[in-house]
């Protein structure tokens, strides 16, 4: 499977992974805190993976024949766009009245790009050749 194929399909779990939280979320259900904690932070944590596989899915494709280390550099660049734009939109909304600022949405945007940068390495890999 090409690499832009394996990171444009983690980027769409990570889409299915957000939209499965909002819809969890809208649902009439009992306050469980724990749930209703990791339902709040999930979003980030989702978006931040989404965002920079896709971004590096549409990049992989159209540098097919890429190095790793172009990769490496490629996901750096799409990482950055990823969290900073995250965690812009959070401090953005200290600024408004509608919209309410939650410090824990940073750290899920943080462990989620933690996780992308893991996925990215294990996806990444090639198979070895065989003697």
């Not at 779990?13 to 209703?36: C, E, K, N, W, Y």
């Not at 200290?94 to 750290?107: A, C, E, I, Q």
């Amino acid at each position: 499977m090409r690499l832009s194929t394996r990171y444009g399909l983690t980027g769409i779990g990570a889409l299915s992974l957000l939209t499965a939280a909002h819809q969890v979320r809208d649902m009439d259900r009992p306050p469980q805190p724990t749930i209703d904690y990791l339902l709040g932070v999930l979003p980030n944590f989702a978006a931040a993976i989404a965002i920079a596989f896709v971004l590096l899915s549409i990049w992989s494709d159209r540098n097919q024949e890429a190095d790793f280390k172009s990769a490496k550099r490629a996901f750096f660049v799409c990482v950055c766009i990823s969290g900073l734009g995250l965690i812009a939109w959070e401090l953005f909304q200290k600024t408004s009245s509608r919209l309410v600022f939650d410090p824990h949405d940073v750290g899920a945007t943080a462990v989620g790009i933690s996780v992308a940068s893991a996925l990215f390495f294990l996806l990444s890999q090639q198979p070895s050749a065989k003697a």
